[in-house]
């Protein structure tokens, strides 16, 4: 077989797994865990905390008796939106994509109320509490794509929760250092 014959084959094999990701995502989590959900949730899809293999979680003092884990095709499957916050590290406008963090609640079958909360909590233990009321008015997405390309586990993903600073004016008026303060990278957990 010719090498662009077969490389022309791969490739359209490739886009036909692709399309077929997101019926395959809403029935049964294929890959790893990248967010896991827990608290005031009413569709698990995991069972109870396991100090020996959520190591992680163990180390950083969580507990759970039910969850709801997405791995990234089932958070591709969600719609997304795309922003163009100005972000700290370079001071220059980024094209992040990704679903809203309240439809990544509901997916979960959050119970959610304007006053309530989510922790919000990094791969480092780094955690930020913010209202559902916030969550809704400012439009945080749970990033999986930074300008075009899937984040890395090392650099700001591959989750990032965030949202527009630039659009939201009580935040564009702040010093850009102190405008994502709440907004974790290299997300993994929320506590609802």
């Known amino acids: 077989m010719k090498k662009r014959q077969f490389l022309g084959t791969a490739a359209l ?8 990701l997101p019926a395959r995502a809403a ?16 569709k698990p899809n995991r ?10 979680m163990f180390k950083q003092k969580l507990t759970f008796d039910k969850a709801h884990g ?45 006053n309530g909360k989510l922790v919000l909590r990094a791969v480092d233990g780094y955690a930020a509490t913010i ?11 749970v990033a999986t794509h930074l300008d075009g390309a899937p984040m890395a586990l090392g650099g700001l993903g591959p989750l990032w929760a965030i ?19 709440s907004c974790p990278w290299a997300l993994y957990h929320i506590e609802v």
Not at 47 to 56: A, E, I, S
Not at 131 to 141: F, G, K, L, N, S
Not at 163 to 181: H, Q, S, T
């Open 13 to 20: 094999a490739g886009m036909a797994a692709a399309t077929a």
């Open 27 to 42: 029935a049964k989590s294929a890959g790893p865990a990248l967010l896991t959900v827990t608290g005031a949730i009413g």
């Open 47 to 56: 069972g109870r905390f396991d100090p020996v293999l959520d190591q992680m």
């Open 70 to 114: 997405f791995d990234f095709a089932a958070l591709a499957a969600l719609p997304s939106i795309t922003i163009h916050p100005t972000l700290e590290y370079d001071s220059k406008p980024h094209t992040l994509r990704g679903p809203l963090l309240l439809d990544v609640m509901k997916a979960a079958g959050a119970v959610l109320s304007d």
């Open 131 to 141: 209202t559902v009321a916030q969550a809704r008015a400012q439009r945080w997405i």
């Open 163 to 181: 949202y527009d600073a630039d659009k939201v004016p009580e935040m564009a008026v702040k010093p850009l250092a102190e405008r994502f303060g």
